[in-house]
């Protein structure tokens, strides 16, 4: 079955109800109306940029329901003390790492798990934005405006604003982004929780072909 949108709504419910939250106790934690969250569960509204970050301080795990995936919770726990731009540098690591594997071994698996991470290269530790992520991927790819308006489901108006950074991202781009680049929404969102959920699946996929030392690597450069 093909991913969509749709599926972040089911694991948006799935999730609320996980943590035995009516829609009434989410809509206070996102600063809205019940009836404006159901709509969001309906799939007739979509969060806002800020309603997104908010969700991300609450205890809904929210790089979950944007990739359908939970990250293991021991490495989840040892990361969980960086900062987002200590976060960003590991992810930089990690990726390094992944595109090493792949270039080396060359391997179907390691060709999927670098699919993942193949953009981390745009992304700029020292820059506070990370919004121009929408104009570097398409710079990346040598798409011109309409072919990337098209596979974002924008007009190019809009995608020419989020290239200039004059507005932000609903939950249905960022989760686009997700699905058609493999940017985690965390990076869009500065969000350290959700990055570290994304570094620690990464590993633990490391970690089932063997590559076990990855994580003394980790260590030494958090000393």
Known sequence: MCACYGDVLIRLKAERKRLSWSQDDISRYVHINQGNYCKIENGKRRFSYYEIKELCKSDMDVNYIFSGRRSNYYYREFLRTCN???????????????????????????????????????????????????LLVRQDLRYLQPQMAELLEVDIKKLRDLEKGKCLPDSELL??????????????????????????????????????TFMEVIKIFQK
């Open 84 to 134: 987002y731009r200590e976060a960003l540098a590991l992810f930089s690591v990690i990726a390094s790492v992944l595109t090493y594997y792949w270039g080396v071994e060359g391997t179907d698996f390691w060709k999927s798990i670098y699919q993942e991470v193949k953009f981390m290269h745009l992304i700029d530790i020292d820059c506070i934005d990370q919004q121009n992520i929408f």
């Open 175 to 212: 989760w686009f982004m997700y699905d058609r680049f493999h940017i985690p929404p965390a990076v869009i969102l500065k969000d350290e929780k959700g990055l570290t959920g994304e570094m620690s699946r990464l590993i633990e996929q490391m970690d089932s072909v063997g590559k076990q």
